[in-house]
Structures are given as structure tokens and as C-alpha cells.
T-cell receptor, first 115, second 112 residues
């Protein structure tokens, strides 16, 4: 069984600053994927970034990057130059089902952007 | 772009009613999923399907059933709605062999 833990129910950051959201996971699988999803107040869940466990290089997508520490089973999300549109719930998720299985989600972190 | 749609954004039902939540995807995805989202609990998998007429139980299938008669459509059924099924329901889909799932906008269900 997989578990995903997000220890920060809520985070707040000033606009244009950098914020890091924490996530730890546990899995017995050797081949797995990790994700960060964003859910703005409109509720549509959007994929922010994904990381293949076999890749050592940290994934980046514009202002979003991850710090993937495989041995520590840690997968944090860094948002640089925070913008008001980044305000949302952020969910960390893991997957190891071979293509036909559900994602395992953390409980989410509510990110507030202070103007 | 992948588009996943859900039949209703908001739904109000009474205890004991049979409830159908519909999900349609337009990208020919083989896999479809139903999740339930509750504050402080994240998303939990109810059921998923990897092909027409196929279904697999997720982590919390009790009180729910599903139907997949066509590839593009995946229905979640609450046979007899109860107040503890008040929640946000999210549908998702993915290609066979692909791990990235695409989500619909969600249906907020209130059971009175």
C-alpha cells in the first residue's frame, strides 16, 4: 500500500516570493511516479508537475520545480515568484499501478498568496 | 486538450434516493476513475475501470457501484444515498499504460 503525507494544511506567502510545499510518501514499489496537482477555487484539478522515480534529475515546469529525495522519500514543490493565480489547494500524489490504477493522494495544502 | 466533463456541478438529493453521477471524456482514454474528495482527507479512490464493462474496486467502494457501457462514459451510482455520502466527486481518465490522470470539474453532492 502507498501512503502520501502532506504535513502543512495551510501555507501563506507574499506575492513574488518563493514557497516550498512538503510531501513525503511511502511505497514498496521500485517503479513509481509522483505528482503535484493544483486545485483552484473553481475546483478543476490541474496537473502541475510529475516526476518519474527512476529519474534522478528534478522536474521543472517554468516557476514550479520539485526537490525529489528518493532515499528520504520526500517530494517537495517549490514555487518561485509566487503569483495571485497560484492560490489553490495543492495535492501531492503517487502512482505505481502500471497504467490502470488510482492515484494515492495526500490531504492537501491550502496555499494563500498575500498581495 | 483532454476534456473530462461531469453532468452536474451541484446536486441535491434526499436520503434513500438512487443517484447517478455521469462522467464523459473525449480523448479515447481506456482508464476512468471516480474519486471522492472531503476536507482534510484529500481524494480517495472509489472505483476505476480499465475497459468497457470492466470495473475494479478502489479504497472506499462501499455504498457505490459503477457502470461503463461505452468507452467514453463512466457512471457512479449511489443505490440508496445517505447523508455520509455528501461530498465532492471527481472523475478522471487516463490512457492505457499512462500514469497521468486528467480530471473533470467535480460534482458537489448534498444528501439531505
Amino acid at each position: 500500500a502507498q501512503t502520501v503525507t502532506q504535513s502543512q494544511p495551510e501555507m501563506s506567502v507574499q506575492e513574488a516570493e518563493t514557497v516550498t510545499l512538503s510531501c513525503t510518501y511511502d511505497t514498496s514499489e521500485s517503479d513509481y511516479y509522483l505528482f503535484w496537482y493544483k486545485q483552484p477555487p473553481s475546483r478543476q484539478m490541474i496537473l502541475v508537475i510529475r516526476q518519474e522515480a527512476y529519474k534522478q534529475q528534478n522536474a521543472t515546469e517554468n516557476r514550479f520545480s520539485v526537490n525529489f529525495q528518493k532515499a528520504a522519500k520526500s517530494f517537495s514543490l517549490k514555487i518561485s515568484d509566487s503569483q495571485l493565480g497560484d492560490a489553490a489547494m495543492y495535492f501531492c500524489a503517487s502512482y505505481s499501478g502500471g497504467g490502470a490504477d488510482g492515484l494515492t493522494f495526500g490531504k492537501g495544502t491550502h496555499l494563500i498568496i498575500q498581495p | 486538450d483532454v476534456k473530462v466533463t461531469q453532468s452536474s456541478r451541484y446536486l441535491v438529493k434526499r436520503t434513500g434516493e438512487k443517484v447517478f453521477l455521469e462522467c464523459v471524456q473525449d480523448m479515447d482514454h481506456e482508464n476512468m476513475f471516480w474519486y471522492r474528495q472531503d476536507p482534510g482527507l484529500g481524494l480517495r479512490l472509489i472505483y476505476f475501470s480499465y475497459d468497457v464493462k470492466m470495473k475494479e474496486k478502489g479504497d472506499i467502494p462501499e455504498g457505490y457501484s459503477v457502470s461503463r457501457e461505452k468507452k467514453e462514459r463512466f457512471s457512479l451510482i449511489l443505490e440508496s444515498a445517505s447523508t455520509n455520502q455528501t461530498s465532492m466527486y471527481l472523475c478522471a481518465s487516463s490512457l492505457k499504460g499512462q500514469e497521468t490522470q486528467y480530471f473533470g470539474p467535480g460534482t458537489r453532492l448534498l444528501v439531505l
